[in-house]
């Protein structure tokens, strides 16, 4: 027993990372890119939403905007100036549970929340960057239209409304009369905003943002004269920042645990790219295939399927618990009673995070090809990335890595640079709300 069997356990449930094929999802991944673009629906293309903001706006110097930040785990807000040097100013930082994360919230309830965590800030100012990490179609005055949730968010009164003149229309309620200005945006989007503002001293070819936590998705810079679906409506000859919704790209052939996975979610038949790969989901392919190997295989020991048996629910902090200490107090090391229980769980992760990172990899081929930014490696594609996952994992990034230099720079011939910015989402959406 050892690799090999794992291999051909996984292979035989359509599950093998090797067994991707890079070449032809990334074609089919850049076909439903530019079927967004064209205004193509899902399931044949990715949502591809226009945001109406663009790069090189000019921030106002020491004037205070509200930022508000719903994320897939909490919901933050603040006050955020910048000062002479252009340093964001973080001022008066509260966090709070997502509304919507722990139980089912109505419309009031859901909007309440939001309104009520507002009212205090307004004193300082009446303008709010809102970085809102769900799909929302913008409309032209920035304000957002939620088409569904992700993440595992209840708030099914939401859908369909607009986050902005929503949030008005409580703080009328409550007696607010002064009028608020909301520019709402997703937080990939924020985050490329917030690399842009720290690029000003490197030469880069362009720019993109990338977020990998409890979600997925990615933004870049369009030229218009590509947005076909706003053709008439907009300058064919500037550019737009477009956010994907690219967790909700609908790969070509899902296994069968995959699948399974799916429809034990919210959200069924929706968002399996981000089911493959985010961190919401990455203890579920984890308790999906074990469970599928324990019941069907004798790949592990009679001590390991009865106390793995017990666990009803596994989180992505817990497979890097093993793999930082296989032999440590974490409840899957506990499940091992022998080193060959302890070998065949690391290649069972080691396998989720193969595939993961193979299919961000295509994803970031596909930026540089659809734009045709980073062909020269002295002026890469800046890629902002926030997110848990991608700087927690203990495997996930060294295996991209692999994959950019291999698949994307070697294969392609394009060059990118990842940037870690502090706060990214936080100061894109001030720039946002400042500069709109």
């Given at each position: 027993?050892?690799?090999?069997?794992?291999?051909?356990?996984?292979?035989?449930?359509?599950?093998?990372?090797?067994?991707?094929?890079?070449?032809?999802?990334?074609?089919?991944?850049?076909?439903?890119?530019?079927?967004?673009?064209?205004?193509v629906q899902q399931?044949?293309?990715?949502?591809?939403?226009?945001?109406?903001?663009?790069?090189?706006?000019?921030?106002?110097?020491?004037?205070?905007?509200?930022?508000?930040?719903?994320?897939?785990?909490?919901?933050?807000?603040?006050?955020?100036?910048?000062?002479?040097?252009?340093?964001?100013?973080?001022?008066?930082?509260?966090?709070?549970?997502?509304?919507?994360?722990?139980?089912?919230?109505?419309?009031?309830?859901?909007?309440?929340?939001?309104?009520?965590?507002?009212?205090?800030?307004?004193?300082?100012?009446?303008?709010?960057?809102?970085?809102?990490?769900?799909?929302?179609?913008?409309?032209?005055?920035?304000?957002?239209?939620?088409?569904?949730?992700?993440?595992?968010?209840?708030?099914?009164?939401?859908?369909?409304?607009?986050?902005?003149?929503?949030?008005?229309?409580?703080?009328?309620?409550?007696?607010?009369?002064?009028?608020?200005?909301?520019?709402?945006?997703?937080?990939?989007?924020?985050?490329?905003?917030?690399?842009y503002a720290r690029?000003?001293?490197?030469?880069?070819?362009?720019?993109?943002?990338?977020?990998?936590?409890?979600?997925?998705?990615?933004?870049?810079?369009?030229?218009?004269?590509?947005?076909?679906?706003?053709?008439?409506?907009?300058?064919?000859?500037?550019?737009?920042?477009?956010?994907?919704?690219?967790?909700?790209?609908?790969?070509?052939?899902?296994?069968?645990?995959?699948?399974?996975?799916?429809?034990?979610?919210?959200?069924?038949?929706?968002?399996?790219?981000?089911?493959?790969?985010?961190?919401?989901?990455?203890?579920?392919?984890?308790?999906?295939?074990?469970?599928?190997?324990?019941?069907?295989?004798?790949?592990?020991?009679?001590?390991?399927?009865?106390?793995?048996?017990?666990?009803?629910?596994?989180?992505?902090?817990?497979?890097?618990?093993?793999?930082?200490?296989?032999?440590?107090?974490?409840?899957?090391?506990?499940?091992?009673?022998?080193?060959?229980?302890?070998?065949?769980?690391?290649?069972?992760?080691?396998?989720?995070?193969e595939r993961a990172?193979?299919?961000?990899?295509?994803?970031?081929?596909?930026?540089?090809?659809?734009?045709?930014?980073?062909?020269?490696?002295?002026?890469?594609?800046?890629?902002?990335?926030?997110?848990?996952?991608?700087?927690?994992?203990?495997?996930?990034?060294?295996?991209?890595?692999?994959?950019?230099?291999?698949?994307?720079?070697?294969?392609?011939?394009?060059?990118?640079?990842?940037?870690?910015?502090?706060?990214?989402?936080?100061?894109?959406?001030?720039?946002?709300?400042?500069?709109?």
């Open positions: 027993m050892g690799r090999a069997e794992i291999r051909k356990f996984l292979e035989d449930r359509e599950l093998l990372a090797d067994k991707l094929d890079m070449e032809s999802e990334l074609a089919r991944f850049l076909e439903h890119m530019r079927g967004g673009l064209r205004g399931p044949d293309a990715m949502p591809m939403i226009p945001t109406y903001l663009t790069l090189g706006g000019k921030v106002p110097v020491d004037k205070p905007v509200i930022v508000m930040d719903a994320g897939g785990t909490n919901f933050r807000i603040c006050l955020v100036h910048f000062n002479k040097d252009m340093e964001a100013v973080v001022e008066h930082f509260r966090k709070f549970p997502m509304p919507g994360s722990e139980t089912e919230l109505s419309f009031d309830e859901f909007y309440g929340i939001m309104a009520d965590s507002l009212i205090p800030y307004l004193q300082y100012s009446k303008t709010v960057g809102f970085c809102f990490s769900y799909a929302c179609e913008i409309q032209p005055d920035r304000d957002g239209r939620i088409m569904n949730f992700s993440k595992e968010i209840r708030a099914p009164e939401a859908v369909g409304t607009l986050v902005g003149a929503s949030i008005q229309k409580v703080l009328k309620d409550r007696g607010v009369e002064d009028e608020v200005h909301i520019v709402l945006l997703n937080d990939t989007v924020a985050s490329l905003l917030g690399g690029t000003n001293a490197r030469e880069y070819s362009g720019n993109a943002g990338f977020i990998l936590g409890t979600g997925v998705n990615s933004a870049y810079l369009e030229e218009n004269e590509n947005i076909l679906k706003l053709k008439g409506k907009i300058n064919p000859i500037s550019n737009m920042i477009i956010n994907m919704e690219s967790g909700d790209y609908r790969i070509s052939s899902l296994s069968p645990i995959d699948k399974e996975i799916d429809e034990a979610t919210n959200v069924p038949g929706t968002y399996s790219f981000e089911k493959m790969i985010s961190g919401r989901y990455q203890g579920l392919q984890a308790l999906y295939t074990l469970r599928e190997a324990v019941e069907t295989t004798e790949l592990f020991s009679g001590f390991f399927a009865e106390t793995f048996s017990n666990i009803n629910d596994l989180e992505a902090y817990q497979l890097d618990e093993f793999l930082y200490a296989p032999y440590g107090p974490g409840e899957l090391s506990q499940c091992c009673s022998n080193d060959i229980d302890r070998e065949h769980l690391y290649y069972i992760i080691d396998n989720i995070f990172a193979k299919l961000v990899a295509l994803l970031f081929c596909a930026l540089h090809v659809q734009t045709g930014k980073g062909h020269n490696p002295t002026r890469p594609l800046a890629i902002t990335i926030d997110g848990s996952t991608f700087y927690k994992s203990k495997l996930f990034r060294k295996k991209l890595e692999y994959y950019v230099k291999d698949f994307i720079s070697d294969k392609h011939g394009f060059y990118s640079e990842f940037l870690q910015v502090e706060n990214s989402n936080l100061i894109g959406a001030a720039i946002a709300g400042l500069t709109n």
